[in-house]
């Protein structure tokens, strides 16, 4: 019976008559008629109509084992793999599949290759050239190849600050005076003062205290124009005061005692005293008897703000001289 043979454009040659794109030729066959139809093919470097010329399905042989080899310019079937997926090998014609992640360079490894004139490679190697000997070298100074370790005199190898010629350099402490100390305060020399300056809070920094000539207060605590001395003669028992008041917010410093009796026979106990508070007591005896106090400096008591340091003999009629010296605090 009559049937339909779809046959490529070698074929409609073969079997004679003219090809275009869509034609059905009917020939005779065994027991009726054949009819040879195409649908589609392009002659060879011409152009492809978008939405006007045929595309045929294509496909593919799927040989995943031994893929045999065509002879140079015969026609062959392209590879797929098992599940359908076209057998691409980008600049490898084995059509062993590439690899992927990281790994060593291999045959199916891609990797990029530097022209032999890339700056690069000129890097690369000045870097393979750094050893112990020849580290990296930075030049910060245009012309000076590294710099000198450890110290040394100034070359043009060895970094130094250079402070600009606007610049007055300063070194001062972490802390102003009477401010919270923050730090280790520093001062290169000591004020030098005849009246004491202004008390500061307790734990606060404070500047160091000298005389006019530089010389550090040490113990004693006060400047020369801070001492203080006094003298009284006591004959009856009648308390009087030795050093007057120091002013409001002011005490004494009591450092030193001298008490001498020169009564040939009346001895008496002498009380050394903080206003009316005895803070020291002694027998000075008939004929010369004395006593003394002195610690180096160290004070032997200090007297109440704005309060007399006063003595008293215990027994009257006797010939008493009492010495005494210290200095003044504002605290």
């Not at 400047?223 to 917010?249: M, P, S």
């Not at 004494?252 to 005895?278: F, P, Q, S, W, Y």
Request: proline share 4%; aromatic share 4%; hydrophobic share 40%.
């Amino acid at each position: 019976m009559p049937g339909m043979i779809r046959t490529s454009r070698v074929q409609r040659a073969a079997l004679g008559g003219p090809v275009s794109q869509s034609d059905t030729t009917t020939y005779p066959g065994d027991g009726g008629v054949a009819t040879a139809s195409f649908n589609g093919g392009l002659d060879d470097d011409s152009a492809f109509a978008v939405g006007g010329d045929i595309v045929l399905p294509a496909g593919f042989l799927a040989d995943d084992t031994a893929p045999d080899t065509v002879e140079e310019g015969d026609i062959g079937a392209a590879r797929m793999t098992l599940s359908r997926v076209l057998r691409a090998s980008p600049g490898n014609d084995t059509g062993v599949p590439v690899t992927y992640a990281a790994g060593a360079v291999a045959a199916t490894t891609p990797r990029m290759t530097l022209a032999s004139n890339d700056p690069a490679v000129t890097a690369l190697e000045i870097l393979d050239d750094w050893d112990e000997s020849d580290r990296c070298k930075v030049n910060p100074i245009a012309g000076q190849a590294g710099v000198q370790g450890g110290s040394g005199v100034v070359t043009a190898l060895t970094q130094r600050v250079v402070l600009a010629t606007d610049v007055t350099p300063e070194t001062q402490g972490d802390a102003a005076h009477d401010a919270a100390v923050s730090g280790n305060p520093f001062l290169g020399g000591i004020e030098a003062r005849t009246s004491d300056g202004t008390p500061v809070g307790n734990g606060d920094a404070a500047r160091a205290m000298g005389d006019t000539l530089g010389k550090q207060v040490l113990l004693q605590g006060s400047t020369h124009d801070l001492h203080v001395d006094g003298r009284a003669v006591f004959t009856t028992d009648a308390a009087a005061d030795i050093i007057g008041t120091a002013g409001a917010g002011r005490r004494i410093v009591v450092t030193a005692v001298l008490v001498t009796n020169a009564h040939a026979t009346v001895g008496t106990k002498v009380e050394i005293r903080d206003g009316t508070t005895v803070k020291i007591q002694g027998f000075a005896a008939a004929a010369g008897g004395r006593f003394s106090h002195s610690a180096g400096g160290t004070p032997l008591f200090i007297s109440t703000a704005n309060t007399a340091v006063t003595a008293r003999c215990v027994t009257t009629g006797s010939d008493v001289d009492v010495n005494i010296s210290g200095y003044t605090i504002g605290n």
